[in-house]
Structures are given as C-alpha cells and as structure tokens.
C-alpha cells in the first residue's frame, strides 16, 4: 500500500496525483518533491513572470511569483540540451547559453527556435544591451563575446577570465561580470577597450547583479550563500550578508527592487530581502537524487550532481539527529552535508561515504572531519559503487563497460569487462556480485571474470540491492521495482509507477558527450536503490526529486516471518572494522 499524502504538483506530474502502487510495501516520501531540477539563470520575461534555466534538466520554466505556479516554456526534449543561463531581447526573444555543446540559441517570441551560434565554449553568462547579445565562457582563459543573431561571425572583446559567468550591463554603461576563480569582478565597455578590475577578494562570485538603484550585488556560490553589496558611486564601502541559501547561482531584481536568487544546488526560487532574511516562492530541495545510501545511525545521504544531501530526519534512529553535525546548510526538508561538484553514486560504509563522480573518479568523503580522498580517476563514467566482502570499494564503470575493485592502497582491478552499460553493483550473502546493465535490459552474476545473466528482457535496470535471498532492481523504462528470488530465478513486480526518470510522455535526447570542452555533460537519470538498518528500501526517485521509503508490508509471506533487519544483505553496511581502525580513512 502506499500511505496518503497532500496532493501538490511536481516537476514529474503537474497534478500531483500519481503515487508508487505496491500491495508488498509501504511506499512513503522523505522529503517534498522540487518543482525544479536546479535553477540556474534567471530573467524577467515580457510577461513578468520569471524564467528560470535548469542546466540538469535540459528545460527552462516560468514561474508566477504571484502564487508560485510552474510552467515549462523550454522543454528538455526540444533542441536546448544544458541551459545554463538566458536573457530576453528587446523584441522579446529569449537568447540562451547551451552550456555543454557550446551553443546559443534564439527562442522567438513566437516559439521558433534558431541557432545564433557554435563558435562559443562553455557559454554561461549572457545579457542583452538592447538589441546587442553579449555572451561569456566559463573556462579558464574564457572570452566575452558579441554575438549577432543575423548570422555574422562573433566579435571577441576580451579574454583571460578565470572562469565568466553572470553578468549584466551596469549604469556606466559598462559589461561587469566576475571572475569566479580568482574572486574578482571585472567591467569592460560594450565597444571593447582595456577591461577594468573593480572589485577584488570577493568570495567565489558566480554572478553579477544591479538592483533598481545602481548598487553592485555579487552573489557567492558558496555553502553560506554569501551576498556582497558595493557602493561604486559613493564611498566603495561593502556589506556583506549571509542568507543560507547553499550554491547560489543568479538573481534578478523586478520593479519594486525585489531580488529573487536562484540556487544550482538545490533548485528553488527564493526571494532575499537586503538583511538577508529569505521567503521561498518555489521550494527548494534535492536535483536529482541519484545515487542513494543510509549508514548505521539511519542517516539517508544522496549523490546529488552538486552535493552530497539527502532528507533531514534519519529512517530510523534514537532523535539525536546523528549526522547532523556535518550540515552546511539546510533546505526545508533536504540538507546538505557538503558542496561536492559531479557526484552521483554513493555508498556508506562505517562512517565514511563513497561516491563516484562524472569528473572520472572515485572518492571517499568523511563526514566528521570534512575530508575528501581520491580512491581513483581517470575512469570512464563510474556509477554504481558498492563495498564488497573483503574491504574493496566495487565500481561499475559504464563508459568501458567493466566493474573494477579498489583496495586500500587504491590500487585497482578489473573483475569483468565487455559489457555494453554496467551501472549498478550489490553482493549478496554468499559473496556473490551482481551488476545491472540499463542498455541490454540485464541483471548479470559475475563469476571468477565471466558473466551469467540472472535475469533478461528487463525495462532498463538501474539500482541494485539484496535483502535475503532476493535482488531488487528498478526497472527505469516501465518505472517499477522487480524482485528475483536468488535460490530460483523467479521474479514479481513489487511496486509500479514509481516516479523515476523523465516526466511521462517526455522522450528525452540520447545522453551529451561528456566533457564537451572541458565540461561534463549532463549526468542522465538514475534511480538508486539501498538497503536501510530497518529492513526497509530507498529509492532515489529522481524523476520528482524525493528519496522513496518502501517498508515492509507484513502481510505479505516471508516478509512477515522474520525480522527484516536480520535479513537484510548490504555489505557496505555490515562492515564497521574501517571505523574502528581508521582504514580506509580520507
């Protein structure tokens, strides 16, 4: 059964209507869903809503600050893949920075879409100087570029930014834009010219803003969510405020000099008032999430794309709020417990968190001291990421399609390859590894190198997790949790309508290259799947932005015979000798 809940719209089901079905478990929500997948560049439309850039999604939104309300204008299955920020014309285009592929896009206020340019590199800030497009690159040694929507080749202003992004035209009728690497904000005449320094140590700036009266406002992307304001035409005093907003990304002020900011890493639309103090007009909460683990003490934690996050209240615990400790910031019912850039699987294992990441590597983060160490890199795509028997961290590598091994030296083993997409791994209690493979539909045993499949014909096969003698996998094409009996190979559906993946009817864009001039491209879906101390599941579904607690449903068979905790087969929970000895430790 599934329990009831107050109904409200997602970014999955505008009616908010749709619920996991499961006669076999309790199907309950951690945490609210997000209306967006992160929020990124902001900007006024011609109709004053508030439009809003989700780079994780592919898609741009209106959002009505008047009650809320969110509505797709771009959609994630058109031709913008990576929206990172956007502006709107004096005719009342709205001009686009696809971050990834490196183009720019032109949407007519009539809906049509036309290419302005490819000839940009990680394109990310963008303004409109009336009927001039003024574009930035975020990379290091970037350029600021004109661009000319009629086609004519981009004129390069200036270059040597330490990483462009949000920038905007200033009372001096000068482009101010920060330099996000080296902590500086920077201004340069739309004509060109030599760039002039304006302000220096300004923390990590990621955007550059005005308000109504003239004042300078950099926002800082950091866990703080830092904003400076300077006073360039009196004194250059600064004041700085702390909002709590953790990964700010943009803002836009509306006619009554109301500032409205946007967060990379955890959505949202927030309005922020000059003290600091903040009003949420859309809520945020979790991006993706996609992978999911739980540690001993019930705390849940997510692999968040930007951050390591996950619902605040832990499954099952004594109340002391264990974990909490290492929190830089908390966000309604979704915390964050650390500013961690492309991660997306992740396991726990005796008080230390493994995580893959889209950069190639593998990483082990202790919570407690704040501290990050690289197990591996170079690797191509890691996902799924267990700990095995004997200590080593196991890794699906789905860009080689192989599953390797680290050991505590960091030294790694390949223990299968020539699959075509691994992108989960579990044991189960006889010591046995099994991957799934979201392309061929299959669950596969690895065996001494070779693989035997377990089951077949599946509807893209994600997360991974054993509880007794049964593997659980979610099948991303149908949305549903499949069951196999590992003594007989029989299976059974054990809930359906599970919110994962793309919205329903949204056929999305085969995956971007990855690293496309130097950026990862977008993370694609994935639903997790780990197994908590209570017996229960949790299920990253990423489709709406929750963590899913699927308990057992004790009237149904063996689930009923037994505790659930005495059944439960997750090797990176039964392990605690690497927090007792300290191996393994970042």
Request: aromatic residues 6%.
């Amino acid at each position: 059964m599934t329990e009831p809940e107050t109904i409200s719209p997602s970014r999955y089901d505008g009616t908010g209507r749709r619920r996991a079905a499961s006669t076999r478990w309790q199907v309950k929500r951690l945490n609210p869903p997000n209306r967006l997948w992160g929020s990124n560049g902001v900007a006024f439309g011609p109709d004053g809503r508030l439009y809003v850039a989700q780079f994780l999604a592919g898609q741009i939104s209106a959002v009505d600050l008047a009650d809320g309300d969110v509505e797709v204008a771009v959609p994630m299955d058109g031709p913008v893949q990576s929206p990172d920020d956007l502006a709107f014309g004096a005719d009342g285009s709205m001009y686009i920075a696809d971050l990834v592929p490196g183009r720019v896009w032109r949407r007519s206020p009539r809906g049509e879409y036309s290419l302005v340019s490819d000839q940009v590199k990680v394109p990310n800030g963008i303004t409109c100087v009336g009927d001039r497009l003024f574009v930035n690159e975020m990379k290091m040694n970037g350029r600021l570029m004109e661009l000319f929507p009629d086609g004519r080749d981009p004129v390069v202003l200036t270059e040597g930014l330490a990483l462009g992004n949000a920038m905007q035209l200033g009372p001096d009728g000068c482009l101010y834009y920060p330099h996000m690497i080296s902590n500086q904000v920077w201004r340069l005449h739309p004509d060109g010219g030599r760039p002039e320094l304006v302000a220096e140590d300004v923390h990590e700036p990621v955007a550059v803003r005005f308000d109504r009266g003239g004042v300078l406002t950099v926002l800082s992307r950091g866990t703080a969510g830092l904003v400076t304001r300077i006073d360039l035409h009196g004194t250059g005093s600064r004041s700085v405020v702390t909002s709590g907003v953790v990964g700010l990304d943009n803002a836009a002020f509306d006619a009554e000099n109301r500032m409205f900011v946007s967060s990379f890493a955890s959505g949202g639309v927030t309005e922020m008032h000059p003290d600091g103090r903040i009003r949420e007009i859309v809520p945020r909460g979790l991006d993706g999430p996609f992978g999911v683990t739980v540690d001993f003490a019930g705390t849940v934690y997510a692999a968040d794309h930007y951050r390591v996050a996950g619902p605040e209240s832990p499954v099952k615990g004594d109340g002391s709020g264990v974990g909490d400790r290492s929190s830089v910031g908390d966000v309604g019912d979704v915390t964050t417990h650390a500013l961690m850039p492309f991660v997306h699987r992740i396991t726990a294992e005796g008080g230390l968190l493994h995580l893959t990441s889209q950069y190639g590597e593998v990483r082990t983060y202790d919570p407690e001291h704040g501290t990050t160490r690289v197990r591996a890199s170079g690797l191509s795509r890691p996902m799924g990421i267990t700990v095995g028997p004997d200590g080593r961290l196991v890794v699906a590598e789905a860009g080689a399609g192989r599953v390797l091994a680290i050991d505590e030296n960091d030294t790694v083993t390949v223990l299968a390859d020539g699959l075509e997409h691994p992108v989960d791994v579990a044991f189960d209690a006889e010591r046995r590894c099994y991957v799934s493979d979201d392309r061929t539909g299959a669950v596969l045993r690895i065996d001494s190198g070779e693989t035997t499949a377990v089951a077949e014909g599946l509807g893209a096969p994600q997360g991974l997790a054993v509880l007794g003698d049964e593997l659980f996998t979610v099948e991303t094409g149908p949305r549903r949790l499949r069951a196999i009996s590992l003594t007989t190979g029989e299976s059974r559906i054990d809930a359906e309508g599970l919110a994962v993946g793309a919205p329903p009817g949204v056929t999305l864009r085969a995956e971007p290259a990855l690293f496309a001039h130097g950026m990862p491209g977008s993370p694609g879906r994935f639903a997790g799947l780990a197994v908590s101390p209570d017996g229960s599941l949790l299920l990253s579904a990423d489709g709406e932005g929750t963590v899913l607690r699927l308990s057992p449903n004790r009237a149904h068979g063996a689930l009923a015979d037994e505790p659930p905790t005495v059944r439960a087969v997750d090797a990176s929970l039964h392990r605690s000798t690497a927090q007792e000895s300290g191996r393994g430790r970042p």
